[in-house]
């Protein structure tokens, strides 16, 4: 069973920076991809980034495009997301999760396990 656990939100304003972590206790990640994904109040979650296992091929969404960054330390067992220039609409409560396949994936579908969330909130 792969555990996961988001850190990193808060309140920060347009144009601020947050850097989201997702660690995991137990199975190692090094073999899955990992994808982060957000869920506004009132709308469906949807895909931000994603990583494939061995880090050298990565997805984003086109509305985070050029502000954010995911990255992850197979190492440390970590994935992050560095965000940059954020904007109001970027509120939401942001998901970490785990694919067993390694490739990466936009699909909620195609994620197996999932943290709890963490809040960030952007003020304009």
């Known amino acids: 069973q792969v555990q996961l656990v988001e850190s990193g939100g808060g309140l920060v304003q347009a144009g601020g920076s947050l850097r989201l972590s997702c660690a995991t206790s137990?199975?190692?990640?090094?073999?899955?991809?990992m994808g982060w994904f957000r869920q506004a109040p009132g709308k469906e979650r949807e895909f931000v980034a994603a990583?494939?296992?061995?880090?050298?091929?990565?997805n984003y969404a086109d509305s985070v495009k050029g502000r954010f960054t995911i990255s992850r330390g197979n190492a440390e067992n970590t994935v992050s997301l560095q965000m940059n220039s954020l904007k109001p609409e970027d509120t939401a409560v942001y998901y970490c999760?785990?694919?067993?396949?390694?490739?990466?994936?936009?699909?909620?579908?195609?994620?197996?396990?999932w943290g709890q969330g963490t809040q960030v909130t952007v003020s304009s």
């Open positions: 137990g199975r190692t990640l090094s073999s899955y991809a």
């Open positions: 990583i494939n296992w061995s880090g050298g091929s990565t």
């Open positions: 999760a785990a694919r067993l396949a390694g490739n990466v994936s936009p699909y909620l579908t195609g994620y197996d396990y």
